[in-house]
T-cell receptor
């Protein structure tokens, strides 16, 4: 089955620790995205990538980092510089970043900072 | 900045009643997409509208794109408990097609 796999589903971390969220897709999609979702705030774009070895900041990139070394993979690191990291993180992909193309979402990773 | 306003934020209906959510953009959109997110789940694509004045139907769901391509609506006829969730619109700005601008969503609760 084609799709997007995010792991872990739930993650707890202590303040000051970096944590990396995994996102893998086997849809052969060019574009991948990371969104953050907080209650009542909708989806906010953190980073996106249209091609391997290239990525762009979204609206709330501070405190986050990404890499795109393979087409299938787009991991997100939540660094200790992110002031309020507790949130639901969603990875998505689309055929092309551009004028068309629906987003396919993974099941999400829920991060809680203790 | 570019915004898509979505109303209402919440809607509580009795099963069998109709439901509508509206999205209004501050700029002209090249297209608009609608997604549904069940409680505890992830957004799932419902439909994309591209043409001015376009109307599309999916069973009890009717989607409209305004003539000026600045607003859109989703109407559900005779809601069912399976319709529960948050409905998001997301529009692509006509001047910057790479970016999706998301509404904040409308959360629908349905009383059986």
């Amino acid at each position: 089955d084609g799709g997007i796999t995010q792991s872990p589903k739930y993650l707890f971390r202590k303040e000051g620790q970096n944590v990396t969220l995994s996102c893998e897709q086997n849809l052969n999609h060019d574009a991948m995205y990371w969104y953050r979702q907080d209650p009542g705030q909708g989806l906010r774009l953190i980073y996106y990538s249209q091609i391997v070895n290239d990525f762009q900041k979204g609206d709330i990139a501070e405190g986050y980092s990404v890499s795109r070394e393979k087409k299938e993979s787009f991991p997100l690191t939540v660094t200790s510089a992110q002031k309020n990291p507790t949130a639901f993180y969603l990875c998505a992909s689309s055929i092309l970043a551009g004028t068309t193309g629906e987003l396919f979402f993974g099941e999400g990773s829920r991060l809680t900072v203790l | 900045g570019q915004q898509v306003m979505q109303i209402p934020q919440y809607q509580h209906v009795q099963e069998g009643e109709d439901f509508t959510t509206y999205c209004n953009s501050s700029t002209t959109l090249s297209n608009i997409q609608w997604y549904k997110q069940r409680p505890g789940g992830h957004p799932v694509f419902l439909i994309q509208l591209v043409k001015s004045g376009e109307v599309k139907k999916q069973k009890r769901l009717t989607f409209q794109f305004g003539e000026a391509k600045k607003n859109s609506s989703l109407h559900i006829t005779a809601t069912q408990t399976t319709d529960v969730g948050t409905y998001f619109c997301a529009g692509r700005d006509a001047g910057n097609n790479r970016k999706l601008i998301w509404g904040l969503g409308t959360s629908l609760a349905v009383n059986p």
